[in-house]
């Protein structure tokens, strides 16, 4: 059995070798990732290279209903502080999902890492991230103006953080299997 994280409404699952095929297909599907993220489109071959290179911090989570349907991912990384980001399918948005999605993640991290913050970016545009960032704890601390390329212009991001001292106890009861 892979490990799991679970909530009420959704479980984060591990993503295993043998998924890769799956996370690849919901990885460049243009409509999943929306007007605000980029299209990495990313070969199979391309994607497993960088799995097997993941270590402890980064790794990939698929956002499972409670009856196993993968409605979404969310992942961790390093990148100067711990860096959490997340996609979800278009028909399971404005559910509460993924902020639920964000709150497990943030309680892993706190629960499991020695470290004192997690930061996600957001275009400026995506409310929807925002609103999701805000519901699970995360404070805007600011803007980065033209900080990536996105479909032909550079644009402005939002950075967020929640820090240890915000976090305090889980929201979440986070279990692992």
């Not at 929306?34 to 980064?58: C, I």
């Not at 399971?92 to 964000?102: H, L, M, P, Q």
């Not at 706190?110 to 400026?124: E, G, I, Y």
Request: charged share 30%; glycine share 8%.
């Amino acid at each position: 059995m892979s490990s799991l994280l679970e909530g009420r409404n959704v479980n984060l699952r591990v993503v295993e070798k043998e998924d890769l095929p799956l996370w690849a297909d919901m990885n460049n599907n243009l409509e999943f990732f929306g007007e605000f993220m980029w299209f990495p489109q990313n070969s199979r071959t391309e994607l497993a290279k960088r799995y097997e290179n993941l270590t402890p911090d980064n790794k990939w989570f698929f956002i499972e209903k409670k009856d196993g349907t993968k409605i979404g991912g969310i992942i961790h990384f390093l990148a100067g502080n711990l860096e959490i980001g997340y996609l979800l399918v278009p028909s399971e948005r404005r559910k509460g999902y993924c902020s639920e999605a964000v709150m497990i993640m943030v309680d892993y991290l706190f629960l499991s890492k020695d470290v004192a913050r997690v930061q996600a970016h957001t275009d400026v545009g995506n409310e929807g991230s925002q609103k999701t960032l805000e519901k699970a704890g995360f404070k805007k601390e600011g803007t980065l103006r033209k900080s990536f390329f996105m479909r032909g212009e550079l644009r402005d991001a939002y950075v967020y953080s929640i820090l240890r001292e915000e976090w305090k106890q889980p929201k979440i009861l986070t279990k692992t299997a």
